[in-house]
Antibody, heavy 117, light 110 residues
Framework: QVQLVQSGAEVKKPGASVKVSCKASGYTFTSYAIHWVRQAPGQGLEWMGWINDGNRNTKYSQKFQGRVTITWDTSATTAYMELSSLRSEDTALYYC??????????WGQGTLVTVSS | QSALTQPPSASGSPGQSVTISCTGTSSDVGGYKYVSWYQQHPGKAPRLMIYEVSKRPSGVPERFSGSKSGNTASLTVSGLQAEDEADYYCSSYAGNSNFVFGTGTKVTVL
């Protein structure tokens, strides 16, 4: 069965970086794209960016351009999302999601990132 | 890229129907047949309910349906059940490999 298992919760200081992993299993990893979506406490879903299945190109939301980097390791069937220059507003639950086209059909369990001094 | 606009809340009694709107622009909702809907229960990851405007994935009850007219997409839940109480989000392709979510709607079953 398809599974996306994310790394554990992180606590970071303002200005630091965080790297969240998303381990995929149960399907051919390189046949699907991976998107990253975040959800601040009590707030809605926010699209951050994605890595394309075909050519491994990435696209980031303008809001995060310059601060976010999405990569993947095909041998480890794992995708990564690194967010730098963290500020308190980045405290959120970060999800990875598998996509076919524009549809997110499987989601990770979420990784809580807390930014606090 | 601005978030798609959804009503903050919607409600209905068991057995009734509720419809949630998702309004965007001709650059996202109105420009593509790539609108999807997600259900999220508290403390859980989102779940895909509708994709490509009106298609229902395997395992999603038939009482969930989607449609689109112009720049507004809609999700209708017919025959409301207690377990349908959740937050619902729309999502759309926004061109140039960008994507956008709606603001979210809390559905309450009275």
């Amino acid at each position: 069965q398809v599974q996306l298992v994310q790394s554990g919760a992180e606590v970071k200081k303002p200005g630091a970086s965080v790297k969240v992993s998303c381990k995929a299993s149960g399907y051919t990893f390189t046949s699907y794209a991976i998107h990253w979506v975040r959800q601040a406490p009590g707030q809605g879903l926010e699209w951050m960016g994605w890595i394309n299945d075909g050519n491994r190109n990435t696209k980031y939301s303008q809001k995060f351009q310059g601060r976010v980097t999405i990569t993947w390791d095909t041998s480890a069937t794992t995708a990564y999302m690194e967010l730098s220059s963290l500020r308190s507003e980045d405290t959120a639950l970060y999800y990875c999601a598998r996509s076919t086209g524009s549809t997110y059909d499987y989601w990770g369990q979420g990784t809580l990132v807390t930014v606090s001094s | 890229q601005s978030a798609l606009t959804q009503p903050p809340s919607a409600s209905g009694s068991p057995g009734q129907s509720v419809t949630i709107s998702c309004t965007g622009t001709s650059s996202d909702v109105g420009g593509y047949k790539y609108v999807s809907w997600y259900q999220q229960h508290p403390g859980k990851a989102p779940r895909l309910m509708i994709y490509e405007v009106s298609k229902r994935p395997s395992g999603v009850p038939e009482r969930f349906s989607g449609s689109k007219s112009g720049n507004t997409a809609s999700l209708t839940v017919s025959g409301l059940q207690a377990e349908d109480e959740a937050d619902y989000y729309c999502s759309s392709y926004a061109g140039n490999s960008n994507f956008v979510f709606g603001t979210g709607t809390k559905v309450t079953v009275l």
